[in-house]
């Protein structure tokens, strides 16, 4: 059975980071969020030698919340073949156990979210993460045989991917206002975020993804979704790919500048099999399969 490491053996593992900077943070009030119960209770029957599909599905059920997000998710055009679905049993046996399990580690993450302060900015945070979540899926889907990235893992990474952005929130006061969080169309900067509050969303995230037992190259993707060009590996560089087109489709949607894109889409595009001329047309398939899901 998978066992959550310790903050302090995530820290030693970065490597290259600056890991006094990091620890500073989580001295200073940045707190890993526990991974709720029902992963934990998950993974004991995932780690059995026979695995019974009925108490997983019970395991899932008992959390009502996250069911309901879970047959919502396993909605989207990705895993159209198997729908309807009419019960998790349903979904465990079409989707798969570990796929399975993957959204629903990206769906618990919410759970574990602090909605005391900033509530409304944390929910268009949920609503902006699980849009990217959802677009991503349906690249993975279009693209698999490019990339060969499953939309769970699309998922989990959509999801997931910016998921250090709350936990600064709740640290610093003025985050939201410095970072102008909630005005239409706007998002983090990563430079401004480093310059005013001297650390770097994408290492929390990291922190938090490995604290949560993801993938590694999830974790990968994580950590460097703002710095693909310093990614090698092929499947931590194409989930990231599939991550920047997510986001750019979503700018799109609406109707606002990604100021992003223009910096990293000679790098995206090739990674997915696409160009220039083909992009239109791919992202209107993947808008229209997004819409009617």
Known sequence: MTTAPSVLDITQSLGDIDTARIKRLLEGGIRIPAQPRVLDELRKLMARKEMDVRLLARTINQDPGLTALLFQVVGNAAYRQHQPFETVEQILHAVGI??????????????????????????????????????AMLIADERIAVCNI????????????????PLLMQRFPTYCQEMHLGEAGRWTDLAEED??????????????????????????AIRYHHAIGE?????????VAILLLAVEIHYRT???????????????????????D????????????????
């Open 98 to 135: 570990r796929q399975t399990f993957n959204l629903v580690q990206a769906i618990a993450l919410r759970s574990a979210g602090d909605l005391r302060k900033h509530r409304a900015v944390y929910e268009a945070y949920w609503a902006r993460s699980h849009a990217i979540g959802q677009l």
């Open 150 to 165: 499953f939309p769970d893992q699309a998922y989990l990474a959509g999801v997931f991917h910016d998921c250090g952005v």
């Open 195 to 220: 310059r005013k509050f001297n650390t770097d969303h994408c290492v929390i995230g990291y922190l938090v993804a490995r604290h949560w037992c993801l993938p590694d190259f999830i974790c990968d």
């Open 231 to 239: 990614l090698g590996m092929h499947d931590a560089r194409s989930m």
């Open 254 to 276: 609406m109707h606002a500048a990604n100021p992003e894109w223009e910096r990293v889409k000679a790098e995206v595009l090739p990674e997915l099999g696409l160009d220039e």
């Open 278 to 293: 083909s992009l239109p047309e791919f992202v209107d398939v993947v808008v229209e399969r997004f819409d009617a899901g």
